[in-house]
């Protein structure tokens, strides 16, 4: 029997995590090694497969058509407890410290989501953005297959 591949178990799974701008492109080029976030991974996806969905439109539109970017496993979460910690693991999660969105904020806790496999590109290009699970981890269906 074939072993099912990283695709086939993240079709199954048919979770995808919205991501904006340039960092699906860090992601998936391997240059950033550690998402952030500013809630942790629930533990249910640990080590499975989530589609990294472009979020560059209104959720209405995702609705109807999202384009997948890749497919990425984070195998850990973790918590920074200070703004250095932070600030040291800048090379693995790409984001400066001052980023107007993104950079460190002492109000909230920032939460590491550490990569362990990428793949770009799927052979499923588009999805739909069924509903939301928590922020911006969704449930997807897909919309057709197609070879890049």
């Not at 990283?6 to 048919?14: C, G, M, Q, S, V």
């Not at 250095?84 to 090379?91: F, L, V, Y």
Request: hydrophobic share 35%; net charge positive.
């Amino acid at each position: 029997m074939k072993e099912d591949t990283l695709e086939d178990k993240a079709l199954r799974e048919k979770v995808g995590l919205l991501v904006a701008g340039k960092w699906p492109k860090l992601l998936l080029s391997g240059e950033k090694t550690i998402e952030t976030r500013t809630y942790p991974l629930p533990d249910k996806y640990l080590n499975k497969p989530i589609y990294i969905i472009e979020d560059s439109e209104s959720l209405q539109q995702l609705q109807k058509k999202a384009t997948v970017a890749g497919i990425v496993t984070f195998s850990g979460c973790f918590a920074w407890k200070t703004k250095e910690d932070w600030a040291a693991d800048a090379d693995k999660h790409c984001v400066k410290l001052n980023h107007e969105e993104f950079g460190w904020n002492d109000t909230e806790i920032k939460y590491g989501w550490r990569v362990s496999s990428i793949k770009k590109p799927p052979l499923i290009k588009h999805v739909r953005v069924k509903s939301r699970i928590k922020r911006s981890i969704v449930i997807i269906e897909p919309l057709h297959y197609s070879k890049i």
